[in-house]
T-cell receptor, first 113, second 114 residues
Framework: SQQGEEDPQALSIQEGENATMNCSYK?????LQWYRQNSGRGLVHLIL?????REKHSGRLRVTLDTSKKSSSLLITASRAADTASYFC?????????????FGSGTRLSIRP | DAGVTQSPTHLIKTRGQQVTLRCSPK?????VSWYQQALGQGPQFIFQYYEEEERQRGNFPDRFSGHQFPNYSSELNVNALLLGDSALYLC?????????????FGPGTRLLVL
């Protein structure tokens, strides 16, 4: 079963526009991570936000975390064709060094030229 | 510095056969996790290895087993293959850095069971 659920499942926007993806999860977490996957290849880690952080930036990426609502959002500003990919959130409960990281079902982002 | 490597890249097997997939972690990482990703789905956690021991397991049957070697590389074995085992198998390595375990993924092995 998946811990996180991304919304929307698919998103198509014009190049240059901003893209926002949301993630909801069910249990308490130590941190939440966002990953990108191109065409069924390996996942690339984008950004990690800890449970005591509310917002984090990395280049054109902005991630927010609301632990009271058990939700996170990923904003990609000034989108480019190369941003076309699937994006996954992953939660780390962190209750022990052996705790497992659980992925959501992903948002498929398509950037139109 | 080589990242996470996996072999083979593609594999075709028939039902009932057995398969072994291999993973070499990123330099400096001691933990290896395996995931199964069906088409259009997120990765599903299979198990995690640390210090040559399986220390966490997802909801997968005993047909799925693994091993970690002293050099931290790992193998995933699947016995009695079913059609539903067709998927992309991803290996991820990590090292505990201040309690945050960022995972680095390999390119995956695409398994097709006929």
């Amino acid at each position: 079963s998946q811990q996180g659920e991304e919304d929307p499942q698919a998103l198509s926007i014009q190049e240059g526009e901003n893209a926002t993806m949301n993630c909801s999860y069910k249990t308490s977490i130590n941190n939440l991570q966002w990953y990108r996957q191109n065409s069924g290849r390996g996942l690339v880690h984008l950004i990690l936000i800890r449970s005591n952080e509310r917002e984090k930036h990395s280049g054109r990426l902005r991630v927010t975390l609301d632990t009271s609502k058990k939700s996170s959002s990923l904003l990609i500003t000034a989108s480019r064709a190369a941003d076309t990919a699937s994006y996954f959130c992953a939660t780390d409960p962190g209750y022990s060094s052996a705790s497992k990281i659980i992925f959501g079902s992903g948002t498929r982002l398509s950037i139109r030229p | 510095d080589a990242g996470v490597t996996q072999s083979p890249t593609h594999l075709i097997k028939t039902r009932g056969q057995q398969v072994t997939l291999r993973c070499s972690p990123k330099s400096g990482h001691d933990t290896v996790s395996w995931y199964q990703q069906a088409l259009g789905q997120g990765p599903q956690f299979i198990f995690q290895y640390y210090e040559e021991e399986e220390r966490q397991r997802g909801n997968f049957p005993d047909r799925f087993s693994g091993h970690q070697f002293p050099n931290y590389s790992s193998e995933l074995n699947v016995n009695a293959l079913l059609l539903g085992d067709s998927a992309l198998y991803l290996c991820a390595s990590s090292g505990d850095l201040g309690g945050s375990r960022t995972q680095y993924f390999g390119p995956g092995t695409r398994l097709l069971v006929l």
